[in-house]
């Protein structure tokens, strides 16, 4: 017996006075109709009906027990099109977890853009360059940059990301210009520590291990800092264009070792299911791609510098 189904019937019949009437609206037959009632009565173990050949009436306990299941049919059917409306319409609460110098740099105008072409949408936006658990940390949605592993996860490529080595011509102008990857031994390398050369990352193949770099190097969990010392003079980086594309831009940074730049890694937005996808997330998926430009707008800087080494 199907509970819902036997308190809807109930429910009809109270509304419409009758077996017959309520097998009409319910498009079964009046035999159907008080078979679950008396299902209904005989699971409950009372009378809630007193049956005559004309018309029905309410016992005290089909009184009380009426005006409870039909406050319980409202809230299904409430929540039901409140559901409805989060698959049809982009509403409710995004969380989002995103790398902490990309959010810095690049979120911001997206998500303000995002939320006033969807006004019923809220941001929950957590900055973590770790790989959080997208499940078990309830997240709708990761942005994630790097060449991502197979996975039960969906991921839907957003923007190449382009990885360089850099330095300030200060900087270069004192120690020289490397030619080669392995001319960095001799030169202050400014080491992000997430990118270490034996993670089997392919974009960083040929890089020097941190223990042969010239004494005097700096390590950092953060490429902002990192960009900011290059910039400083402090030796050379290996960073992402979103970060460092700016000050290549204006001159403060210039690109080295052309030749040997990492196979570019990629933007990704990763979620966890593709079917019944929440609107509020196919929104937010469908927004991201295209935002950042083809070539992504951080990287449409004066490309002059590239050429200078051979």
Not at 49 to 70: D, M, S
Not at 218 to 246: M, W, Y
Not at 288 to 309: K, R, T
């Amino acid at each position: 017996m199907d509970r819902i189904d036997t308190m809807r019937t109930f429910v009809t019949v109270v509304a419409e006075g009758s077996f017959t009437q309520a097998a009409e609206r319910l498009a079964m037959s009046p035999q159907l109709v008080s078979k679950y009632v008396s299902r209904l009565e005989q699971h409950l173990g009372v009378r809630l009906l007193n049956r005559t050949t004309r018309k029905i009436h309410l016992t005290e306990a089909g009184r009380h027990y009426h005006q409870r299941v039909q406050q319980v049919l409202n809230d299904i059917d409430d929540m039901e099109h409140q559901l409805g409306d989060l698959h049809t319409q982009a509403r409710g609460l995004l969380r989002i977890s995103a790398p902490v110098s990309f959010a810095s740099r690049h979120l911001a105008a997206l998500l303000s853009d995002f939320q006033r072409a969807h006004p019923g949408v809220g941001i929950d936006l957590q900055l973590n360059d770790r790989k959080v658990d997208i499940v078990e940390e309830g997240f709708d949605i990761a942005l994630r940059i790097g060449h991502l592993k197979s996975s039960s996860l969906i991921a839907k490529r957003i923007a190449p990301v382009r990885v360089v080595f850099c330095a300030s011509p200060e900087y270069l102008q004192r120690h020289g210009v490397p030619r080669h990857p392995d001319d960095l031994k001799a030169h202050r390398y400014l080491h992000y520590s997430y990118m270490e050369p034996d993670a089997g990352e392919s974009a960083f193949r040929g890089l020097p291990g941190r223990s042969q770099h010239a004494d005097g190097g700096l390590i950092s969990n953060n490429g902002d800092v990192l960009v900011e010392a290059a910039i400083a003079g402090a030796g050379i980086v290996l960073q992402p264009t979103f970060i460092s594309g700016a000050a290549i831009g204006s001159g403060k940074l210039r690109i080295v070792l052309p030749r040997h730049e990492p196979e570019p890694l990629s933007l990704y937005a990763v979620y966890a299911h593709r079917q019944l996808l929440a609107s509020k997330v196919s929104c937010f998926v469908d927004f991201l791609a295209g935002y950042f430009g083809d070539p992504p707008y951080w990287d449409q800087f004066d490309q002059e510098s590239d050429l200078e080494q051979t």
